[in-house]
C-alpha cells in the first residue's frame, strides 16, 4: 500500500516563504513523475508544478519564478519552495505521485492535503 504525505503547509504573510515536503511510503517500484496540486474553495483542482524521475519540471505559469520544486529520488519526497507567496496562492495544496508497486502497473496516487492560507 502506498501512502503520500505532506507537510510544511501553514500560515504566512503576503511575500513569505513556504517549503512543502512530500514523502511517499510502500511497495514502490518505481516513481515516474511527482507533482503538486493545488485546490482553493470553489476552484478546480489544478497543477501547481510536476518533477519527473530524469529532473524534468513542469510549472504553472503563475508559480514561474516564485516556486520551485526538487525531489530526493533516495528518499521517495518532493518538496516544492513557496517564496513572494501572494494570497491567491492560498489553498489546499496536494501531493500526486504517478508510480509503479511490486503488484501493481503505474497509476496516479494523492496526498491528503496540506492548508496554505497566504494573509495579513
Known amino acids: 500500500q502506498v501512502q503520500l504525505v505532506e507537510s510544511g503547509g501553514g500560515l504566512v504573510q503576503p511575500g513569505g516563504s513556504l517549503r512543502l515536503s512530500c514523502a511517499a511510503s510502500?511497495?514502490?517500484?518505481?516513481?515516474?513523475?511527482m507533482g503538486w496540486y493545488r485546490q482553493a474553495p470553489g476552484k478546480q483542482r489544478e497543477l501547481v508544478a510536476a518533477?519527473?524521475?530524469?529532473?524534468?519540471?513542469n510549472y504553472a505559469d503563475s508559480a514561474k519564478g516564485r516556486f520551485t520544486i526538487s525531489v530526493d529520488n533516495a528518499k521517495n519526497t518532493v518538496y516544492l519552495q513557496m517564496n513572494s507567496l501572494k494570497p491567491e496562492d492560498t489553498a489546499v495544496y496536494y501531493c500526486?505521485?504517478?508510480?509503479?508497486?511490486?503488484?501493481?502497473?503505474?497509476?496516479?496516487?494523492w496526498g491528503q492535503g496540506t492548508q496554505v492560507t497566504v494573509s495579513s
Open positions: 500526486n505521485a504517478d508510480l509503479r508497486t511490486w503488484a501493481s502497473a503505474a497509476r496516479n496516487y
Open positions: 518533477i519527473s524521475s530524469g529532473g524534468s519540471t
Open positions: 510502500g511497495s514502490i517500484l518505481r516513481i515516474n513523475v
